[in-house]
């Protein structure tokens, strides 16, 4: 076992035996989505986030942050890789917002070959993300930890959606063609530094649980979902509140001498929004 495998077993508290079969991936994706939270805080702090091995590995696992999806697929795919999976990234475009043209490929997934079978693996996709692999089979409903989504194909295209109430939604389009380190730097940039980029005007974070539940902040107002519907809403009264829900609700580490940060750093980023506590939304 490689020392970025055990540090990376020991931050999920994972003990398991890892194979290379759909029932280590199924594991590692569900126990990644409850551990390793969603979250868009260095773009705002504002930190280069940066995507070679080294980087990643001492942020998402060593310091116990979180990140987005050029980070957690990042970490994840190496994660696979050095198990054995045949595995690399994909890159797609969002289209949850339903704009009316395509937008640039700014999300990245993951494909997995194993037993003779393609799966779609993404741990990156805030609230709405995969908890579990899915088959890449077109007009299949396909069920996770935590809720039901499907794949349609459109010429060389694969479209995600998710079952949400009595519809599906689209969450994001893509193809299979290869892509590179490069793409996703340039991807990963685009994101953070784009000023209509939605991660730069909210703090976004979300981390699901075991027990098919979720909990998310969207800037000072936090929600805790079980069964699809809210059981816990608080608007977080100040800075102090939201600092120590961060850390307690979501284990987000904040101590790291390089990726850490103060409740006083945190006071500057929420100073920039147009959302007041109060009002938080």
């Not at 949850?96 to 043209?101: A, D, G, M, Y």
């Not at 479209?159 to 949400?164: G, N, P, T, V």
Request: proline share 5%; with cysteine.
């Amino acid at each position: 076992m490689t020392p970025v495998l055990n540090a990376y077993f020991a931050r999920l508290n994972w003990s398991g035996r890892a194979e290379v079969n759909i029932e280590t991936l199924r594991a590692l994706h569900l126990l990644h989505n409850c551990t390793i939270p969603f979250e868009n805080l260095d773009v705002l702090l504002p930190r280069e986030m940066h995507l070679d091995d080294r980087s990643l590995e001492d942020k998402l696992i060593s310091a116990c942050r979180g990140g987005y999806c050029f980070e957690q697929n990042g970490v994840f795919e190496r994660v696979l890789r050095e198990l054995g999976f045949s595995v690399r990234s994909l890159l797609g475009r969002v289209v949850l917002s339903n704009p009316p043209t395509l937008p640039p490929r700014t999300h990245r997934l993951l494909l997995v070959e194993l037993e003779d079978e393609q799966w779609i693996a993404d741990v990156g996709f805030g609230g709405q993300t995969l908890t579990a692999p899915i088959r890449l089979q077109a007009d299949i409903v396909q069920q996770t930890p935590h809720g039901e989504y499907r794949l349609l194909q459109e010429e060389n295209d694969w479209i995600l959606q998710f079952r949400h109430h009595e519809h599906w939604q689209s969450m994001y389009r893509f193809d299979l063609v290869m892509q590179h380190q490069s793409d996703y730097v340039i991807g990963n940039f685009w994101s953070a530094h784009w000023p209509q980029s939605h991660f730069r005007h909210h703090l976004l974070m979300c981390r699901h649980l075991p027990d098919g539940g979720k909990l998310t902040l969207t800037n000072f107002h936090f929600t805790h979902y079980e069964n699809g519907g809210a059981v816990e809403q608080v608007n977080l009264p100040d800075v102090a509140s939201l600092y120590a829900v961060i850390q307690s609700r979501f284990g987000l580490g904040v101590t790291d001498a390089k990726h850490g940060f103060t409740e006083a750093e945190l006071a500057r980023v929420m100073a920039a929004f147009d959302t007041h506590p109060e009002a938080g939304k």
